[in-house]
């Protein structure tokens, strides 16, 4: 499913368990608590949900409340700016991995990005991509909201050189979402290697599957729950 773009009619069509299988289930809010973690695992296993995204410190208790499950763990580096230096990173990554998580969303150094220094945008990757061995699914979030669209080629071919296999939207963190248009432009980017996320702002079956038909081929969203089953009520 990494590149592959779906019939935009067939989308709309999918069922609740169909679509379960786009969604990394997330819950990165500052506050979360066990009894969350608990819930968001729990809700994770009965849909059948991708992944299931929490902050890296998280990582070892969810993985061992997902352990014999098909759920993959997902942990964020670096996030939500992204401005911290690569070896930090680049540590997060490794213990993240040590921790139990099989894929990785990173935040790139938005900051770097806009002052031209490109190749430290790439070095930022790498140093996380050389902490993740090939069976780890590295995603980069360019945070669309912050760039203009030649930022956002540039990120996504950058992310695409560094050896990343998904560029993502959005932290949801920041002062915008993911939208049809620029999920658009990361596929026409990336061309059909990659995988795209569309994250920030989804928060039922319609936009995900706006988002889906756009090219994404994963969603990262708080709301898996209500986009299941928002399949299931329509005609």
């Not at 969604?23 to 969350?36: E, F, G, V, W």
């Not at 580096?77 to 993240?96: D, T």
């Not at 902490?131 to 699914?137: L, P």
Request: aromatic share 4%; proline share 3%.
């Amino acid at each position: 499913m990494k590149g592959k773009k779906m019939d935009p009619d067939s989308v709309f069509k999918m069922t609740g368990a169909e679509m379960a299988q786009y969604i990394d289930h997330t819950l990165l809010k500052p506050d979360a608590n066990r009894a969350a973690l608990d819930k968001l695992c729990e809700e994770a296993i009965l849909h059948g949900f991708k992944a299931a995204c929490v902050n890296s410190g998280w990582v070892g208790y969810v993985a061992e409340k997902l352990k014999g499950s098909n759920i993959a763990v997902c942990s964020v580096v670096g996030f939500p700016l992204g401005a911290m230096c690569s070896p930090a990173k680049a540590f997060e990554a490794r213990q993240a991995v040590a921790d139990g998580a099989q894929e990785l969303d990173m935040v790139l150094n938005i900051g770097a990005l806009k002052t031209g220094d490109l190749k430290a945008v790439e070095q930022d990757i790498l140093a996380v991509r050389h902490e993740a061995k090939s069976s780890i699914a590295l995603k980069v979030i360019i945070e669309t909201c912050l760039l203009s669209n030649d930022e956002k080629v540039r990120a996504c071919e950058i992310a695409q050189n560094a050896g990343a296999d998904f560029v993502k939207t959005s932290t949801g963190f920041s002062t915008g979402g993911a939208t049809p248009e620029d999920v658009i432009l990361m596929r026409k980017t990336v061309g059909p290697q990659m995988g795209v996320k569309a994250s920030g702002g989804i928060k039922d079956f319609e936009t995900a599957a706006e988002m889906i038909a756009a090219g994404a081929t994963r969603i990262g969203a708080g709301a898996g729950v209500t986009i299941v089953s928002g399949a299931q009520k329509l005609p």
